[in-house]
């Protein structure tokens, strides 16, 4: 499994952003998708994931904020954020929980400042 991400930038707070995730090799379903970020020195944490029974999981933080899709067909996950604040400052990571196994992607920077 490979997977690339795409969208990162530069925002002012209260803009949005939407990043794409898109995998290649073997792939079953998005289900098992989602996005992490991380902004040192926290440690990686969960922005939102689509569940093994195809709920979409959000942390408190992002909700009502963020929303994750997904597409099958184009094995791909985005993630749309609106109203950013410089604490979603981070190095968004794309995932994929796959037979068991953990695959990331290369980290895309979002950087929120006025």
């Known amino acids: 499994v490979q997977l690339q991400a795409f969208g990162g930038g530069l925002v002012q707070p209260g803009g949005s952003l939407r990043l794409s995730c898109v995998a290649s090799?073997?792939?079953?379903?998005?289900?098992?998708m989602g996005w992490y970020r991380r902004a040192p020195p926290k440690p990686r944490e969960v922005v939102g994931r689509?569940?093994?029974?195809?709920?979409?999981f959000y942390r408190d933080s992002v909700k009502g904020r963020f929303t994750i899709s997904g597409d099958n067909a184009k094995k791909s996950l985005d993630l749309q954020m609106n109203n950013l604040q410089p604490e979603d400052t981070a190095v968004y990571y794309c995932?994929?929980?796959?037979?068991?196994?953990?695959?990331w992607g290369q980290g895309t920077q979002v950087t929120v400042s006025s």
């Open positions: 689509i569940t093994s029974v195809g709920t979409t």
């Open positions: 090799g073997s792939f079953d379903s998005i289900r098992g």
């Open positions: 995932n994929y929980f796959y037979k068991n196994q953990d695959y």
